[in-house]
């Protein structure tokens, strides 16, 4: 069957019933546009046993579902009218490039060095002996982990 290696296998069964009817997933229905009460068509190819379905949209354009001046093209209807606008780039809008953000760079404040921030903190410290770890970093204007690796230069 023309255009089977383009399938993909979905992984999804459902079994027969004893009437012969099979209910289609609703993913799949929902992805394909069918709606309860649509007509579908099959395809078969008996050589594989390959069995295959879609909404039936009829002999009617693709595009604008006319039914007059019908090309087919690549397993689908086309009229006049659209291929003229498409050779002629009416009505086609470009594709916007895909925005591409920049990585987020934290700017770095005026940040000192460890030493000079371990020296803050031991006069704080020794000003301040029963303040809180919390306390210690909202004074220094840094985090309490930041704080941690202080005291572990002190």
């Known amino acids: 069957?023309?255009?089977?290696?383009?399938?993909?296998n979905t992984g999804m069964t459902r079994p027969l019933d004893t009437l012969g009817r099979i209910v289609v997933p609703k993913e799949m229905r929902t992805s394909m546009g069918i709606d309860v009460g649509d007509p579908l068509e099959f395809y078969v190819n008996v050589e594989t046993g390959f069995?295959?379905?879609?909404?039936?949209?009829g002999v009617a354009c693709n595009l604008?579902?006319?039914v007059e001046s019908l090309t087919y093209f690549r397993d689908s209807f086309l009229c006049k009218k659209c291929i003229l606008d498409l050779k002629g780039n009416i009505g086609v809008s470009p594709i916007p490039a895909p925005v591409v953000k920049k990585p987020?760079?934290?700017k770095r404040a005026n940040?000192?060095?460890?030493?000079?921030?371990?020296?803050?903190?031991?006069?704080?410290?020794s000003e301040h002996p029963t303040a809180k770890q919390g306390d210690y970093a909202k004074w220094l204007g840094v985090s309490q982990?930041?704080?941690?690796q202080l005291k572990k230069l002190l």
């Open 64 to 66: 604008c579902n006319s």
């Open 51 to 57: 069995l295959s379905m879609r909404k039936y949209i």
């Open 145 to 148: 982990g930041r704080i941690s």
């Open 104 to 106: 987020y760079k934290e």
């Open 111 to 125: 940040r000192s060095s460890s030493k000079k921030l371990a020296e803050q903190l031991r006069r704080l410290m």
């Open 1 to 8: 069957m023309k255009g089977e290696d383009h399938l993909k």
